[in-house]
Each structure stands twice: as C-alpha cells, then as structure tokens.
C-alpha cells in the first residue's frame, strides 16, 4: 500500500537526484528511519575531492570506475557522521543496482522502495533482477511506488 509518506519520501529522492552532475543518469535516495526521520540522503556522483569535469562525467569508460551510486552516497555518508541505518527504508528514484542491494543489506536497510515511473535502460534490467533476488533472499522488503 502507498502512503503519502511513501510519495512524499520518492519526491524528495526524485529532488535530490537533481543534484547529480551526471549527464546520462541522474539517481536520488533518501533513507528514512522507523519514525519518518530523514537519516541520510545521496546521489549519483563523484566522491569528495574528485573533480566531476563535464569530459569525464560524459566518458563512461572514465566515470565508471569514479561514480558512487546514489545509495552508496547516502550508506557512506551515514557512516561518516555516525547515524544507523539498521531498520531503516530507502527511497531510491531507480531499483537498486546488485553493488547497491548488497551495500544496503550490509548496512541493515529492511524496505527499498523505488519509484515505477522512471525509464530504466535496458543495460541495466539483468543487473536489477540479480538484485531484487538477493534483497529478496536477504529478508529485505522491495515496493515500488
């Protein structure tokens, strides 16, 4: 069932996602703990330090290795002002990607749920099955809104 917390939360992903220099794949999360607190937000992006010139973000070969996916940079950023995120939920504006679903088991998010109204490119439909199985496998609940 959606609530309105549930639209409000991928909205507020969806907004964030915004600040993503990349230009191919803007991805927004918002981590929210059991009593509808914001515990720590991300976005696709470079890590801190790292220069996000437009050549390199337009050069997948170059980005790749570099870019940090929008629930990493929330995970991270969490830990580096020591918040929990054990039982909380992630509002992510895409499906987890595989490297995603496995940082968000590791830091004990119990609920992803991702907004069913962006485009997903084909490329990366295996990868979120392979995820949506192991969040499944890991007792982790998926919803999209």
Known sequence: MTSKWDIRFIELARHISGWSKDPSTKVGCVVVGEDREIRSTGFNGFPRGIDDDPERLADREKKYPLICHAEENAIMH????????????????????????????????????????????????????????????????????
Do not use: H
């Open 78 to 145: 969490a830990a580096r002002i020591g918040v929990s995120l054990k039982d909380s939920t992630a509002y992510v504006t895409w499906p987890p990607c595989s490297r995603c679903a496995r940082s968000l088991i590791q830091a004990g998010i119990r609920e992803v749920v991702y907004s069913s109204n962006e485009e997903i490119p084909e490329r990366w439909l295996e990868d979120f099955e392979i995820s949506t199985s192991m969040l499944a496998e890991a007792n982790v609940l998926v919803r999209s809104v």
